[in-house]
């Protein structure tokens, strides 16, 4: 089973501009979730989709933003870039119980890391 | 904001010997659950202990939960040099909201060869 893919894998940008990053989980895996990983903040919690709405969400400014697809995969997009958004962005995907709750593991893409220049 | 933090920060190890790194958290979870990340990769799930469980064990690894103080802690025996990685604690909430998993500071482990 393929694991979580997420492109692209690098990329660079400028202040102001906007990107937008994919995420597409594993198969049968219909909650995915976003992270933000900088050496100062460590891990923060960007938001999570399921069956294409958004359950949770962090503490972001609404720059950041995303959505989730029928066929589960999903992009997040930041606009008007600042350097502070320079970070490794993870995503997440992970298997719901019967019950729609969450199984608790989560699969990890390994990453996109943007740096704003 | 980070749910837990982990302790030490960093640790340094001769191969073979165990690690053990703790985590505190704040607020009463479903589950807690212990991550590897290797230097700018992926984080890799390890083990998962839930809110009733005490020890919960996995090949080398071992963790224990103690909700009444609200900490873990993920001990690795006889270590080798690939366990070199940063280890994260993460949490899922009780009340709702369980699919925002958070995570901890993290420990950033070396074994030496």
């Known amino acids: 089973k393929a694991g979580v893919t997420q492109t692209p894998r690098y990329l660079i940008k400028t202040r102001g501009q906007q990107v937008t990053l994919s995420c597409s989980p594993i198969?049968?895996?219909?909650?995915v979730s976003w992270y933000q990983q900088t050496p100062g903040q460590g891990l923060q919690f960007l938001f999570e989709?399921?069956?294409?709405?958004?359950?949770n969400k962090g503490n972001f400014p609404g720059r950041f933003s995303g959505r989730q697809f029928s066929n589960s995969r999903s992009e997040m997009n930041v606009s008007t870039l600042e350097l502070g958004d320079s970070a490794l962005y993870l995503c997440?995907?992970?298997?719901?119980?019967?019950?729609?709750?969450?199984?608790?593991?989560?699969?990890f893409g390994e990453g996109s890391r943007l740096t704003v220049l | 904001s980070q749910q837990g933090e982990e302790d030490p920060q960093a640790l340094s190890i001769q191969e073979g010997e165990n690690a053990t790194m703790n985590c505190s958290y704040k607020?009463?979870?479903?589950?807690l659950q212990w991550y590897r990340q290797n230097s700018g990769r992926g984080l890799v799930h390890l083990i998962l202990i839930r809110s009733n469980e005490r020890e919960k064990h996995s090949g080398r690894l071992r963790v224990t939960l103690d909700t009444s103080k609200k900490s873990s802690s993920l001990l690795i025996t006889a270590s080798r040099a690939a366990d070199t990685a940063s280890y994260f604690c993460a949490t899922a909430p009780r009340d709702g909201g369980y699919q925002k998993v958070t995570f901890g500071t993290g420990t950033k482990l070396q074994v030496i060869p």
């Open positions: 607020t009463s979870i479903n589950n």
């Open positions: 198969s049968g895996h219909r909650s």
């Open positions: 997440a995907s992970s298997w719901l119980l019967g019950t729609g709750k969450h199984s608790g593991e989560l699969f």
């Open positions: 989709y399921f069956s294409e709405t958004q359950r």
